[in-house]
């Protein structure tokens, strides 16, 4: 990760979390865990901040932030545990799917070496 956006993380966690508090306090979005609602989906953005966009930072981010906004739905009463986890499985295969298409890359780990003959 480049020094520049690695001294943003630090401001745009906090500024998250603020926001996440305040929405609390003013019971506009009471009662969610937003410690690992956000943690959820900062692991999520932070894939594509470090790994960039590839088949496994596509698959993996966006299942994060998925999982996040999902979170926040079950802690706020608008889906239930026993429906969010099939959701979720459900995506994980729909992720899985997308990532096979061409133009979504591979990860520069797994590229073959050129052979020379």
Known sequence: MKPDK????????????GSGWLLT??????????V????LAAVGLLAFV???FN????????????????SVMRQTGRIALDVEVPILVIMAGVLLVIARHPRIPLP??????????
């Open 55 to 70: 088949k496994v930072t596509f698959v993996s981010g966006t299942f994060f932030v998925i999982t996040s906004l999902l």
């Open 6 to 17: 690695m001294t943003l993380l630090f401001p745009a966690l906090l500024i998250v979390i």
């Open 108 to 117: 520069d780990w797994n590229h073959e070496p050129h052979k020379s003959n």
């Open 50 to 52: 470090v790994g960039g």
């Open 36 to 39: 690992w609602t956000l943690a």
């Open 25 to 34: 306090t003013l019971k506009v979005a009471p009662g969610i865990d937003w």
